[in-house]
């Protein structure tokens, strides 16, 4: 099947084909608005965030985009969608932007991520990293009459190099009902720790990656990706990095807001070797267990938590190069896949579907599951690619929606940023 957008901007037609395998009921939608645009980051408004909004939680869910020119999109979209029915509801050049002395300049927004504000019920920050080396605070106060806007509060920064990634770690305190967050964000072969701290971000220590001549990792070891998780046997939070030499390395991270401040530096919890090249993407799939990292040699690599060391994890990997089907366009049909980008569609116990994006405009949906060995499986339901006739359409972000409801019927979206716009996926599994 294909789709095909016709939108009067002198550009290409964006087409998108779908190669069924074990889902139905796909649906995409392409907002006109964003033609032509470079979308870099997305990042999806948790369930529990939008009753700060006017729309209907039910049938609404909402998703800041952000631009290689340095914008940032409000978007409110229908979980059942048509040409008509999703709204840009605000739009925030950085340009325009100047609080408190803060001049933002266009550059790409590579990464952004979500705090709750401490000691407080309503609203939240935005915090996105971009080529300018720093992470932008973008405050958003749903106690003023403007209820979506956003507003510059804070950078952090500068980092060595582009902030191409972030994660926050929170933990909810027992004292006064406060949320104790950790940002972390990456610049080169460093990772920046930032504790909140009376809704202000503040410095705490630098992680610094090294060469080791021992694995084998003499050239850069700059950093790409960023997860952390909670280990359900000794209630510890892990820190996960990986980066261009195919490397993930683990830090723990202290287990209370006291202990953070005290420290200089984390406990290495080890450092494995993952890709053949560059890890692009990591995600965690929590209730299933596991950490799923994609890479430039077209590997999807599952490791599965466990208290053994680091190296001790068990893997399952499944390799995306020559599992193309034989529509796939010829001026594609030789290149190698270089997964660029991935989410989580649905985590359980027993199975997870995620997503999964490519430079040269492949989706894929895998599902992750157990067999009765205990030993993880990796299947492909669901290939796409979006292209223009001429050229793949690199996808650099995407980002799924929470669904409380998951049936057999119940559908999922997905957003997918490329490099001509933004791509709305709805579907079945």
Known sequence: MSVVFNHSNNQPCLIVVVWAVRTHKFQVHSPPELDGIGISSVLPIPNNFQNQFQSDI????????????????????????????????????????????????????????????????????????????????????????????????QQLGPHTGWVKDLSVSCSLSNEANLCDCTVFSIGCNCVEVWLLAQNEYVHQCKLQIESSVDMGYTLSSDLLCLATYKCNQSSRSYLLAGGVDGRLHRWIIPQSINALKKSTEFCNAGVVSAHDGRVNSMLVCSKFGALVTTGADGCIT????????????????????????????????????????????????????????????????????????????????????????????????????????????????????????????????
């Not at 605000?90 to 340009?95: E, G, L």
């Not at 609203?123 to 806007?149: C, H, I, M, P, Q």
């Not at 390799?319 to 989410?343: D, H, Q, V, W, Y």
């Not at 405009?361 to 292209?387: A, M, N, P, W, Y």
Request: with cysteine; charged share 20%; proline share 2%.
């Open 58 to 153: 039910g049938e609404r869910v909402e998703l800041y985009v952000g631009t290689k020119r340095g914008q940032l999109f409000h978007l409110s979209v229908p979980k059942i969608f048509d040409e008509n029915s999703i709204e840009i509801n605000d739009t925030y050049i950085n340009t325009s932007n100047a609080v408190d002395n803060i001049i933002l300049k266009p550059y790409p927004v590579y990464s952004m991520s979500l705090v709750r504000k401490a000691s407080s019920s309503v609203g939240f920050d935005v915090l996105s990293g971009g080529g300018d080396r720093y992470v932008t605070v973008w405050e958003a106060n749903f106690n003023s009459s403007e209820n979506t806007k956003l507003r510059v509060k």
């Open 302 to 429: 599952c490791i599965t938590f466990s208290s053994k060391s680091f190296h001790e994890w068990e893997v399952a990997s499944i390799n995306m190069n020559g599992r193309l089907p034989f529509e796939t366009p010829s001026f594609l049909s030789e290149s190698k896949i270089n997964l660029s980008a991935s989410c989580v569609v649905r985590d359980g116990l027993s199975s997870a579907v995620i997503s999964v994006g490519s430079s040269s405009g492949h989706l894929f949906l895998i599902q992750l599951s157990r067999t009765d060995s205990s030993e993880v499986e990796l299947k492909v339901l669901q290939q796409c690619f979006v292209h223009n006739n001429q050229e793949g359409h690199n996808i650099h972000a995407l980002c799924s929606f929470e669904n409380k409801e998951i049936t057999e019927s119940s559908s999922n979206l997905i957003a997918v940023g490329h490099s001509n716009g933004l791509l709305l996926c709805s579907f079945t599994v």
